[in-house]
Every structure is written in C-alpha cells, then in structure tokens.
C-alpha cells in the first residue's frame, strides 16, 4: 500500500488538502490559504451515472473532483471528460447565471463542494482563489474561441 507524505515530526499530510493542492485553481495558494479552502468544502460522494449538474438549470456550487470521473455535455459544442482535480461549475457563482453544461459521473466519484456564500468568504479571505479562477474560465473561453470553426 503506498505511504502518504509525512509531514513536520513525521506526521502523514492530510489527504484533502493533499488534492486540493493538485487543483489549478488552488496551486498557487500556500498551505495556510488550503487550509482555508479544506474549512470551506463539503466533502460528498456519488454514484456512477448521477448527474451533477444539467446545461439550462440555476446553480448555487462549484464542485471540484476528488476521485473519479465524469463527462461534460455542452449542448451542440461536445462532450468533455473530466477527472481528478478538475473544478466544475464554477462559472454559477460568479455571475449566477444559468449552468452551461451537464455533467453526469461516469464511476462512483468523491467530491468537493463549494457553495457560493462559502466562495464569497474564501475569495475575500484568499485573493489568489479569485484569480486563479479568472485565470480558468478565460483559458476555457480561448479553448472554446479555437475550437469554434472559422467564416
């Protein structure tokens, strides 16, 4: 069985903040700020073939997977796999619009929830999340401007 990382005085690193550490929108934060995140997330578990999210309803959370995975279906743009460490949904909490895909788990999943009252603290106590989720959705516009056929 693989070992953890140890931390100070041999103590194993703590699994959660392990992989949210692993997650772009958090990489560039330090240990104290994840610490904050970990404080912040519900952890759930789901089933395979449960949908997450659909394309066209409200949403209040992001999720951000833990272990498993999922597909994305963005109506007439394709479909879009997505496993661990990969943040969904978070484009809901910053302009409370309507949910842009549906998302549904391919294998039983963990995941990571991040309501968008519990975003907003984060956001004011942790900067860089802001940031770095900005930095996100402005590399899947440019993906989605590439992948969109030319006139």
């Not at 690193?13 to 904050?36: I, T, Y």
């Not at 659909?54 to 743009?77: H, L, M, P, W």
């Not at 943040?87 to 999943?109: H, P, Q, Y």
Request: proline share 4%.
């Amino acid at each position: 069985m693989p070992r953890g990382r140890t931390g100070r005085r041999g103590r194993r690193a703590d699994p959660k903040l392990e992989r949210l550490s692993q997650v772009s929108l958090f990489s560039g934060c330090s240990n104290r700020d994840l610490k904050l995140i970990a404080g912040s997330v519900d952890e759930i578990d789901v089933p395979a073939g449960k949908v997450l999210i659909r394309q066209g309803d409200s949403g209040s959370e992001c999720f951000v997977i833990s272990d498993g995975r999922a597909t994305a279906k963005i109506r007439g743009k394709g479909t879009y796999k997505l496993g661990p460490g990969t943040c969904f949904g978070e484009m809901s909490l910053l302009d409370n619009e309507v949910r842009s895909a549906t998302v549904t788990a391919d294998t039983d999943m963990s995941l990571f929830v991040l309501s968008s009252r519990e975003f907003s603290k984060l956001i004011s106590r942790v900067p860089n999340v802001a940031l770095r989720v900005m930095a996100s959705l402005a590399k899947r516009v440019r993906e989605a401007e590439r992948a969109r056929p030319q006139h």
